[in-house]
T-cell receptor, first 114, second 113 residues
Framework: AQTVTQSQPEMSVQEAETVTLSCTYD???????LFWYKQPPSRQMILVIR??????QNATENRFSVNFQKAAKSFSLKISDSQLGDAAMYFC???????????FGTGTSLTVIP | NAGVTQTPKFQVLKTGQSMTLQCAQD?????MYWYRQDPGMGLRLIYY???????DKGEVPNGYNVSRLNKREFSLRLESAAPSQTSVYFC????????????FGPGTRLTVL
């Protein structure tokens, strides 16, 4: 089984500031997909951003961007101009291109301070 | 288009009772999954069904059974509930295309007393 590690159980950020959430993964595959999900207090899991391993360009979705370092097996999420609505649990996930299982990290709880 | 639906949203059981969690998706997805979420543990895969007619164990299958009733529906059964099965359960589906992500249901909070 693949291992996905989120080493920051909790993070906090001031409103309007920038925060980076860390994720590392262990794989011997060269083709795979990485995801960041947001889980607000409502419990609904929401896709934030995805990255294809064979694409060198880092994915960006509005205020959310990733820093994908394939050699280091690192996939961090940067949230710019943090808003109160960004407060949530964030999960990093991995899927091999040829596989049908998704592997999740243990999550990072983000608090946004007004 | 309701996406992934789960019933019930909340359930309290006594130790030894049985119950079935229901999941349905209307997106014509091939694969369906059951996860449990516990504090500090992330999402752990219980069972999945890569396609209609197949089911496979995930990381934590003990104490659970599943049925892929048809392409739309995937149920999770607890035959004899234990307090260790107190958790939030999520159903998810995936179209099984390379770039696609999973889509999740709203979750079921289960408490076993």
């Amino acid at each position: 089984a693949q291992t996905v590690t989120q080493s920051q159980p909790e993070m906090s950020v001031q409103e309007a500031e920038t925060v980076t959430l860390s994720c590392t993964y262990d794989t011997s595959e060269s083709d795979y997909y990485l995801f960041w999900y947001k889980q607000p207090p409502s419990r609904q899991m929401i896709l934030v951003i995805r990255q294809e391993a064979y694409k060198q360009q880092n994915a960006t979705e509005n205020r959310f961007s990733v820093n994908f370092q394939k050699a280091a097996k690192s996939f961090s999420l940067k949230i710019s101009d943090s808003q109160l609505g960004d407060a949530a649990m964030y999960f990093c996930a991995y899927r091999s291109a040829g596989g049908n299982q998704f592997y999740f990290g243990t999550g990072t709880s983000l608090t946004v301070i007004p | 288009n309701a996406g992934v639906t789960q019933t019930p949203k909340f359930q309290v059981l006594k130790t030894g009772q049985s119950m079935t969690l229901q999941c349905a998706q209307d997106m014509n997805h091939n694969s369906m999954y059951w996860y449990r979420q516990d504090p500090g543990m992330g999402l752990r895969l219980i069972y999945y069904s890569a396609s209609e007619g197949t089911t496979d164990k995930g990381e934590v299958p003990n104490g659970y059974n599943v049925s892929r009733l048809n392409k739309r529906e995937f149920s999770l059964r607890l035959e004899s509930a234990a307090p260790s099965q107190t958790s939030v359960y999520f159903c998810a589906s995936w179209r099984a295309r390379r770039t696609d992500t999973q889509y999740f249901g709203p979750g079921t909070r289960l408490t076993v007393l």
